[in-house]
């Protein structure tokens, strides 16, 4: 089963995070839902974080996770939270499951096609070479000529764990993204529907949800909303927490 980190009592409340993401990344955000008297879990998805490492990885699988994880825990109806490739798992199974499905908001994705624009990213990853018990400041090093910005650093940062004494590595399954990235950008199914009250969140300097995507949003989520949150990119949640956290937590407080 899916690791969890799990905050506060109430509606139960899941929050997926994004590619090469963890539940650690919405540990602050998941505290501040648990206060709105909601029980907040904060799942680890497959190939991330704490959770198992598989060669199996498409959103249908990570769906299908995710139905194990609320059928384990008994949990009848949920709202969710998805970022990115979270936003995608929480797509698919808002469309799949939608009697599981109270309120549903996705995090700078839409339900198109995404051309694979990580290869960088993955580039500076495979660049770095455990083999010689690398520090945190030399892997780092590793991957500055790869990725420049240094929030992009941070995150990816954040994945590295000891092994054992003196032996780094990262949580995510690098193996296994590395021949499956193209699963990434995969559309929503054509005839994939959910009725139900649905916010789509976007960063005003973000490019992954533009103004002519709305009509096939719409097409998916006919009762949908958007907000922008200006003068932030793609990891809005955590450039702007607070206005993020305000937008949602009104939108989940909707009768």
Same mark, same amino acid.
């Given at each position: ?55 199996d ?16 825990n008994?949990?009848?109806?949920v ?6 490739? #979270? %936003? ?6 808002? /469309?799949?499951? +939608? &009697? ?8 700078d ?74 699963v ?18 976007? #960063? %005003? ?6 103004? /002519?995507?709305? +009509? &096939? ?39």
């Amino acid at each position: 089963m899916l690791h969890s980190r799990i905050e506060g009592e109430g509606k139960p409340l899941l929050i997926i995070h994004g590619f090469l993401g963890m539940s650690d990344n919405w540990k602050s955000l998941g505290f501040l839902y648990a206060t709105e008297e909601f029980q907040t879990h904060m799942l680890d998805m497959r190939n991330h974080g704490k959770s198992f490492q598989s060669e199996d990885f498409s959103y249908e699988i990570m769906a299908q996770d995710v139905l194990d994880y609320c059928l384990e825990n008994q949990l009848e109806k949920v709202s969710i939270i998805g970022h990115s490739m #979270g %936003g995608k798992v929480a797509m698919l199974f808002a /469309t799949t499951h +939608p &009697e599981r499905v109270e309120k549903l908001i996705v995090a700078d994705i839409g339900p198109k096609y995404y051309a694979p624009h990580h290869q960088e990213i993955l580039a500076g990853l495979n660049a770095v070479d455990f083999s010689t018990k690398p520090s945190r400041i030399e892997v780092e090093e590793s991957l500055q000529p790869y990725i420049q910005d240094f929030g992009t650093r941070q995150f990816l940062l954040k994945n590295l764990f000891w092994i054992e004494p003196g032996q780094l590595s990262f949580r995510f399954n690098l193996k296994v993204f590395n021949s499956t990235i193209e699963v990434i950008g995969t559309a929503l199914p054509e005839g994939a529907v959910f009725n139900k009250p649905t916010l789509f969140v976007r #960063g %005003g300097n973000s490019n992954y949800i533009l103004d /002519t995507d709305l +009509p &096939e949003i719409k097409k998916h989520f006919p009762n949908f909303e958007l907000v922008t949150i200006p003068d932030v990119g793609h990891w809005l949640h955590a450039e702007n927490p607070k206005l993020f956290f305000e937008e949602t937590a009104r939108f989940l407080r909707q009768a």
